[in-house]
């Protein structure tokens, strides 16, 4: 299993979001090479007009991913959600994370914390001034796990179990 962390397609400027298609390239050259079978893409899908995993699908299956082999969790609204939904409501307790190597680390950390067998596989990162302001906010939400779990905070959302077999 191949648990593919959501990104938005597009910058707020309306740029092609370089980290989006860098995630999809490193998705697609796992299921491509054999080493996942499925794909559960987490992501954030807050409003009527922006789903991150039905992008990502979208973008999946136009490189020749068959859509019975892609599993949406619609509340994967932070990283968190979407390791831990993971695990309690698609029953994985071991998977390939896809993003990033900086927000593989903090994932795979959450992953270990929460009792998962969980592996990176990182996507190619982006120019450093481009993503400038990501890397700040990594800081940011690096911090905020510790605080996370002093304060025991659990996804937002629950929900039934999605058996994926």
Known sequence: ????????KFLKNGCKNLYF???IDATEQLYKSGKIQYILISGDNSTKNYSEPEDMQAELI???IPADKIVLDFAGFRTLDSVVRAKEIFGQNSFIIISQKFHNERAIFLARKYGIEAYGFNAKDVNKYFGFKTKVREYFARAKVFVDFLLGVEPKFGGEKVEIS
Not at 3 to 8: A, I, K, V, Y
């Open 1 to 8: 299993m191949g648990l593919l962390l959501g990104t938005g």
């Open 62 to 64: 136009k490189r020749g």
């Open 21 to 23: 298609f860098n995630r």
